[in-house]
C-alpha cells in the first residue's frame, strides 16, 4: 500500500478519467447493440484496434514497421467487409 500512497495527483486525474471513458464506452457500446445488428456493430467496435495503433505512431512515436502496418489494415479491411 506505500506505493499506491505515492502515486501523484496527475496520475489518479488520469486513471479516473479512464474510468469515466471506459465507462461511457461501454454504455454506448451496448446502447449500439440494442440499436443495431451485433454482426455490424462489433466489426465497428474493433477499428479502436488500428485507431490506437496510428495514435501510438502519430503521438507516442511508436515504431511502425510494415508487419504492423500490414495488421492495421488487415484489421481495418476486415471489419470494414462485415459491414458492409
Known amino acids: 500500500w506505500r506505493e499506491v500512497r505515492q502515486i501523484g495527483g496527475h496520475t489518479w486525474l488520469f486513471l479516473f478519467l ?40 502519430l503521438i507516442l512515436g511508436e515504431p511502425c514497421d510494415p508487419k504492423t502496418v500490414a495488421g492495421g489494415i488487415l484489421i481495418t479491411a476486415g471489419a470494414l467487409l462485415l459491414v458492409l
Open 18 to 57: 479512464s474510468a469515466v471513458a471506459t465507462g461511457l464506452s461501454w454504455l454506448c457500446y451496448f446502447k449500439a447493440l440494442q440499436l443495431g445488428d451485433v454482426s455490424r456493430v462489433a466489426p465497428l467496435d474493433k477499428l479502436s484496434v488500428p485507431l490506437a495503433m496510428l495514435l501510438g505512431v
